[in-house]
């Protein structure tokens, strides 16, 4: 049961490293620094896109309309961060 902690932890730390870099990314192309209108820019842009959406999309729909502003990241963020506190705080259930 050791293995599949370990798993579900290395799923949790992958899903937030794509999240980190789909921030960033992001931030970056608002700021001007990168541009769209590079194909491996772009390509990157939207398979991070195509992979988060499908998180985010259920998190957006319950948030209020901020304008401009997109907190489904923050949320999507604070929870994997959650699951990981759950799961090491149960860590004794998969022994």
């Known amino acids: ?9 290395l799923v949790l730390d992958v899903l937030w490293f794509i999240m980190i870099a789909h921030i960033v990314m992001s ?3 608002n700021f ?5 209108r590079q194909p491996i ?3 990157v842009w939207y398979g991070l896109n195509r992979l988060l959406e499908p998180l985010y999309q259920p ?4 948030l209020p309309d901020m304008g401009g502003l997109d907190l489904a990241p923050l949320v999507a963020l ?13 860590i004794a259930f998969f022994y």
Do not use: E, P
Not at 1 to 9: D, G, R, V, Y
Not at 32 to 36: A, P, R, Y
């Open 41 to 43: 820019v772009a390509q």
């Open 32 to 36: 001007q620094v990168l541009n769209l």
């Open 59 to 62: 998190i957006r729909r319950f």
């Open 1 to 9: 049961m050791t293995s599949l902690f370990q798993i579900l932890m």
């Open 27 to 29: 931030w970056l192309i």
């Open 78 to 90: 604070l929870g994997v961060y959650a699951l990981r506190i759950i799961l090491i705080n149960n």
